[in-house]
Nanobody, 123 residues
Framework: QRRVVESGGGLVEAGGSLRLSCTAS????????MAWFRQAPEKKREGVSC??????TVYVDSVKGRFTISRDNADTAYLQMDNLKPEDTAMYYC??????????????????WGQGTQVTVSS
């Protein structure tokens, strides 16, 4: 089964930081991208950031300069979130994907959706 497990969420004050982790399993190859998404209450899930197998990164405008995606091996990715804002409050999910076009819906994910990790930023 192709799955991911996310962790690292929590409750922080505005301006604070969190580091999310994601581990993928069940994929028979290594050359995939890993992407982070988030879904706030009553809103659609949106792509946030992505990193390719070769280390190229993509960020949506709302998180540029504040979030940093990294990857230390084929199946583990991180999202360092600094200067958090209340509007970053959401359930955060990760997924493996063929490439970072998954961020804007131009490709499908390769893994099942995980349970996510909740990020709550208080004002």
């Amino acid at each position: 089964q192709r799955r991911v497990v996310e962790s690292g969420g929590g409750l922080v004050e505005a301006g604070g930081s969190l580091r999310l982790s994601c581990t993928a399993s069940g994929l028979p190859y290594d050359d995939y991208a890993m992407a982070w998404f988030r879904q706030a209450p009553e809103k659609k899930r949106e792509g946030v950031s992505c990193i390719t197998w070769t280390g190229n990164t993509v960020y949506v405008d709302s998180v540029k300069g504040r979030f940093t995606i990294s990857r230390d091996n084929a199946d583990t990715a991180y999202l360092q979130m600094d200067n958090l804002k209340p509007e970053d409050t959401a359930m955060y999910y990760c997924a493996a994907a063929p490439g970072c076009e998954v961020i804007d819906g131009r490709s499908r994910i390769l893994t099942d959706w995980g349970q996510g990790t909740q990020v709550t930023v208080s004002s």
